[in-house]
């Protein structure tokens, strides 16, 4: 690899230094989080993320295409913290996998900056279909997936799927709709009773 | 009681039939429902909702008051069909209180007709404060307190919002995000799955 200019490929158009490279791409990524997590899917434009990133809205589209397709990358980053919870779950010990999955989901949700853009894809999903499928499709492919794929149980995405509903269940009445006591009650108490659930649809037939 | 004219109580505007009475009121609150389901809290206007019902905006806020007092109606008559269902739980044997509580509820999701309306007030709660204060204090109040004092276990209504959590995740799961295979497996393969889950929330100390 040669050092100094970086080649520019065809097709892009010309800009200034500040607005090419990986760093212009990051800085319209975690700009469309923000985006996303302020204003919902509706109200979010490609016009409104360029603005708000000092960018042309012709460069958002080279990087990530339409507004869904940003919506996607901005979905894939709001998710990253969640990523690395499938291999810390399925290692370890089968008899505690309960309580690793519900420990590690709400040490997530519990710290306030990885819930906010989590929450963020959660509403949007609920209210946009196009949204609905980025979240769809993530999920199965990446979350679920990857759990699923080691349990050893009859219908392991229908068991995974049941264990992501309770879940997230319990985030929208407590993070969201604020119903007492769940949105008040110690996280402990949460676990000790969601973990034998969790449990016995990860490892009972 | 004399029959004939209604009588017409003081500081309501006067009006022509078609606009007064118990029918003009309940004609509002469909349509006011109806509204809420179709375009979200967000965009729905008392305006809108005279409007549509060919009213005066000033007769909107004659029987409901605000905007969200509207809404808190309308969520009234959309868990209607919902609130018979804690009766219907806690009568009878407690060693299926489980099963009866999986079966009542998503029979009330699995039907589109009483899916819809749900389906909107879940959503505006999940993006509106306002929306959501409704929802917390009418689902404490109305549904879950029912259940909840009956209950013979410790912090009954807080196992009673953890029930809740399980099927609400589940319902938007399957008929909102139509996350596979749990938006096509069959109602009777959930019911099997989480009716114990409910069953231990329940009754297991």
């Known amino acids: ?19 090419s490279g990986p760093s212009a791409r990051q800085k319209i990524l ?3 989080r923000a985006e996303f997590a302020a204003r919902g899917y509706d109200k979010t434009s490609v016009r409104g993320i360029a603005k708000a990133a000092g960018v ?17 990358s901005a979905v894939e980053i709001s998710f990253e913290p969640a990523l690395t919870v499938p291999a810390k779950v399925v290692a370890g010990d089968p008899g505690t996998i309960g309580e690793r999955l519900a420990r590690q989901f709400f040490a997530v949700w519990e ?10 894809v959660i509403r949007s999903a609920l209210t946009h279909d196009a949204a ?9 492919r990446r979350l679920l997936g990857q759990v699923a794929e080691r349990l ?8 995974a799927e049941l ?7 319990i985030a929208l009445l407590r993070y969201v709709i604020k119903a007492e006591p769940l949105a008040s009650v110690d996280m402990e108490q949460i ?3 969601v973990a034998p659930t969790l449990q016995r649809y990860l490892t009972e037939a």
């Not at 690899?1 to 607005?19: F, Q, Y």
């Not at 710290?111 to 963020?120: C, D, G, V």
């Open 1 to 19: 690899m040669t050092t100094g200019a970086t080649p520019r490929r065809r097709g892009r158009p010309a800009r200034k230094d500040a607005e």
């Open 30 to 32: 975690e700009t469309a």
């Open 56 to 72: 042309d809205p012709a460069l958002v589209h080279h990087y990530f295409g339409t507004k869904d397709e940003v919506f996607a």
């Open 111 to 120: 710290n306030p900056a990885t819930r906010t853009p989590l929450l963020a």
């Open 132 to 140: 609905a499928a980025v979240l769809r499709t993530f999920v199965l």
């Open 152 to 159: 050893d149980v009859p219908d392991p995405e229908f068991r």
């Open 163 to 169: 264990c992501a509903s309770h879940m997230v269940g």
């Open 191 to 193: 676990i000790t009773m």
